[in-house]
């Protein structure tokens, strides 16, 4: 509204010797600075919120055993698929499992039913086929149709099985066998 009634031929002519100058300066100077800036930044300590909740812990208040995703369980007694485990167990027996266990073409008819993608029912399959034998066995069924679950509620999958997760007959250490196949009467 201000420039409509003012007269643009009283402006003052461009100086172009100005603007040669400003464009030098816009060209090297401030490329300069700006890498002294970046200098300077990277030599300086991350800042670090601390005290209160963030006392004593790295991740803040929402770090590692808070019950979500992947995390899920990490500090509990029993082995967290287990609480789940009578469902899984229920769809593993009518993918008629031979020996205790079911065919990697049995076990991904059923994985499909997610609508996950390929890529990531694949990532599922190499977290959960413990053993590395392409076939499933009941404890290693239901940590695919867990893990499915935890990328459907939109959590992120680890690259490698968190000791946790892993199915407790497929343990190395049999205290932890003891604590993780603990069943509710």
């Not at 029912?121 to 959960?128: Q, R, S, T, Y």
């Not at 392409?134 to 992120?156: C, N, R, S, T």
Request: glycine fraction near 8%.
């Amino acid at each position: 509204e201000m420039l409509q009634h003012y007269d643009f031929s009283k402006f003052p002519s461009l100086k172009m010797k100005l603007i040669e100058s400003v464009d030098k300066m816009l060209a090297t100077k401030i490329a300069v600075l700006m890498a002294m800036i970046q200098e300077e930044e990277s030599k300086q300590p991350p800042a670090k919120v601390s005290g209160g909740a963030f006392e004593g812990s790295e991740d803040g208040p929402f770090g590692r055993g808070y019950g979500e995703g992947i995390s899920a369980g990490a500090d509990a007694d029993d082995w967290i698929v287990s609480r789940d485990k009578h469902r899984y167990d229920e769809i593993f027996y009518t993918l008629m499992p031979i020996n205790g266990k079911i065919t990697g073409v049995n076990a991904k008819k059923e994985m499909m039913n997610s609508r996950l993608p390929n890529t990531v029912l694949g990532k599922i399959w190499k977290l959960a086929d413990c053993d590395r034998d392409g076939m499933l066995d009941d404890e290693e069924f239901a940590l695919a149709q867990h893990l499915i679950q935890i990328k459907l509620e939109g959590y992120e999958l680890p690259s490698e099985l968190p000791d946790h997760l892993v199915p407790p007959s497929h343990r190395k250490n049999p205290t932890a066998d003891a604590l993780y196949n603990h069943t509710e009467d």
